[in-house]
């Protein structure tokens, strides 16, 4: 199955006629239970389920409107060269969701997240693209076939469709038509989550190859769909009892295990600096001392720090210029 069939079989009978705009806002994720590896590197078909937390107000807008010649692409109020990677990257999918190259769109998005430091930028710029396409051609999609097709652009934009705790289900059908993500019901609006930035610069390798890489060539990637099936189950049991120990320590293991299986490829991925290593035993000395935080990470080397409301004042003392985000609420903190 090719991603042109599966955008055909989603759009059928709904090419209809472009507005003057259309415009989405989608939220960042962090995937407290990591999508690690692909059954399908076309369809971005994941070999486990994972579960996220979409961070409210922090992420991606993104608006459509159409323009002659070819496709233009502005982040941040900056236009990117066509042949810049990411430039690239909108215009084929762009490309892929219209069945070709017309009709020309600008398509300009600002994010209030570090693009590429594993902050999960492409996950909210994939899902408010989806969305914001939905709206400028007015295909009235329901969000099962949003979520779809945000994975055909990046795997984790599947998640960032919806607020609050989201798992995507990994499915098994070769064209993943099951695999998709739905928001669980469950609201934390105690749980907060802090952005510890280590380094804004652009990562040494994207998640595509490292995913591949880890999965070809690291022999510690047999246990993980293992792994990834147990943790998942553990978050949602957590989630569902609101047992805060019970969430940190199953997140912080799971990535420390999904990063345990890119070491052990080869050539070696590590995402880590220096300073991240420090902050993880900042954070367990500090859980030694009675603090409960907890971090996650992903394709990167910055830190999720995982707390609850009643401890912002001591976690903004331990780590002054950390960005903190309420899930639930209006964003920062
Ligand atoms: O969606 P991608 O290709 O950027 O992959 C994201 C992978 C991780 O962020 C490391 C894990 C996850 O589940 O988000």
């Excluded at 705009?21 to 078909?45: P, Q, T, V």
């Excluded at 609101?242 to 070696?268: C, D, Q, R, V, Y």
């Excluded at 001392?289 to 976690?315: C, H, S």
Aim: charged letters at 25%; one cysteine or more.
């Amino acid at each position: 199955m090719r991603k042109q069939d599966v955008v055909e079989k989603l759009l059928a009978g709904r090419r209809g006629s472009p507005r003057s705009s259309g415009d989405a806002f989608a939220s960042s994720n962090i995937a407290l239970c990591k999508y690690w590896g692909k059954r399908d590197e076309e369809l971005n078909l994941p070999v486990t389920s994972s579960l996220s937390i979409s961070l409210g107000r922090k992420g991606t807008y993104t608006q459509v409107t159409p323009t002659e010649g070819r496709d233009r692409l502005y982040i941040n109020y900056d236009e990117l060269v066509p042949d810049a990677p990411a430039a690239r990257r909108v215009e084929d999918f762009l490309t892929l969701l219209r069945g070709g190259p017309d009709p020309a769109l600008l398509v300009r998005t600002t994010s209030n997240i570090p693009m590429a430091a594993g902050l999960a930028s492409s996950a909210s710029a994939f899902a408010a693209l989806v969305q914001a396409l939905n709206v400028f051609f007015g295909w009235a999609l329901d969000p099962r076939a949003l979520s779809i097709l945000a994975r055909l652009g990046s795997g984790s934009a599947s998640r960032s469709l919806f607020p609050g705790f989201v798992e995507w289900h990994a499915g098994g059908e070769p064209d993943g038509m099951d695999s998709y993500a739905e928001p669980l019901p469950h609201r934390w609006p105690s749980l907060r989550i802090g952005i510890f930035t280590v380094s804004r610069a652009a990562k040494p390798i994207g998640s595509r190859p490292a995913m591949l890489r880890t999965r070809e060539t690291s022999r510690l990637y047999a246990s993980w769909p293992a792994q990834a099936a147990d943790d998942l189950e553990k978050v949602k049991t957590a989630i569902a009892a609101k047992n805060f120990p019970l969430l940190g320590e199953t997140a912080e293991t799971n990535a420390l295990s999904m990063h345990a299986t890119m070491i052990s490829a080869w050539p070696p991925v590590l995402y880590w600096l220096p300073e991240t290593v420090q902050t993880m035993r900042r954070i367990w000395s500090l859980r030694e001392q009675g603090l409960p935080v907890y971090f996650t990470m992903d394709a990167g080397p910055n830190l999720k720090l995982l707390f609850e409301r009643e401890r912002e004042q001591e976690i903004r003392a331990q780590f002054p210029g950390l960005e903190i985000v309420d899930p639930w609420g209006r964003g920062d903190g």
